[in-house]
């Protein structure tokens, strides 16, 4: 099958990664498949801003990732790519698959618009099915739609009520967590709901937490969701 050799080629390339600072300047200096190639050419993405250029190739490989970068870095796509190519080489798609992929965000507007990039991104060929999960709608309406997503985007309170309530999501087969602007989330009081949460997940999984600033309360999170993480970090330009 002509998926099954583009996964294969891609795992090679990927475990060929250059790691070192300053590798790669474009996203097409990267190996990623033909559809996420595509969407970052039709949204006119081409140079990697420098948490991309340093997370994207580290994500890229399995590692988990600590990062440090304030707003307009461009910490979306640092996370949203690594995110698409490596459900897309585990070919963890369909709804049988099950959930591969949780987004955390503090605000249902942020996780909006991290929403409306991921469509953005894999309308072009990926076979994923994605949803957002913020509330605003009855708990019976996005129940029935959440058992059959392999991505999610969600607001830590709303995924958790449907973690301890839905029987029917399946979280077993979890390959990645990203938890983003992670100060903001324990600024607005979820820690302990971004605690309980973590207690449903599988600990094997690939976590990304991103953060603007360091904070104790931070350095916790990242002890207790990470493994082994690489540090990340850009620091504010002109
Ligand atoms: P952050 O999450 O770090 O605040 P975003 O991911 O929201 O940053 O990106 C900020 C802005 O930069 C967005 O308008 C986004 O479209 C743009 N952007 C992100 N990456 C790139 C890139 N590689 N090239 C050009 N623009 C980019
Ligand atoms: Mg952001």
């Not at 309980?196 to 600033?213: C, G, N, V």
Request: overall charge negative; hydrophobic content about 45%.
């Amino acid at each position: 099958k002509r998926d099954h050799v583009d996964v294969e080629q891609l795992d090679d390339a990927v475990a060929e990664l250059d790691l070192k600072d300053g590798a790669y300047k474009d996203f097409t200096d990267l190996p990623l498949s033909s559809a996420t190639k595509a969407g970052l050419k039709a949204a006119h993405f081409s140079m990697m801003t420098d948490i991309q250029a340093k997370a994207i190739p580290i994500a890229l490989k399995g590692h988990d990732i600590l990062g440090a970068a304030k707003t307009g870095s461009g910490k979306t796509l640092a996370f949203l790519i690594p995110v698409l190519e490596n459900l897309h080489r585990l070919q963890h798609i369909g709804a049988d698959a099950g959930l591969g992929a949780l987004i955390i965000s503090p605000t249902r507007e942020l996780a909006i618009q991290i929403f409306d990039v991921l469509r953005r991104i894999g309308k072009h060929g990926h076979m994923f099915a994605a949803g957002l999960v913020i509330g605003g709608k009855s708990l019976e309406a996005e129940r029935e739609a959440l058992t059959r997503m392999n991505i999610l985007v969600a607001t830590p309170g709303r995924i958790l009520q449907h973690l301890s309530q839905t029987a029917a999501f399946n979280v077993d087969d979890l390959k990645m967590l990203v938890l983003d602007e992670a100060d903001r989330i324990l600024d607005m009081g979820f820690q302990r709901d971004v605690d309980a949460i973590l207690d449903y997940l599988p600990k094997e999984r690939q976590t990304m937490l991103f953060s603007a600033t360091q904070s104790s309360k931070v350095s916790d999170l990242a002890r207790l969701s990470l493994h082994e993480p690489e540090y990340v970090s850009v620091h504010a330009e002109d």
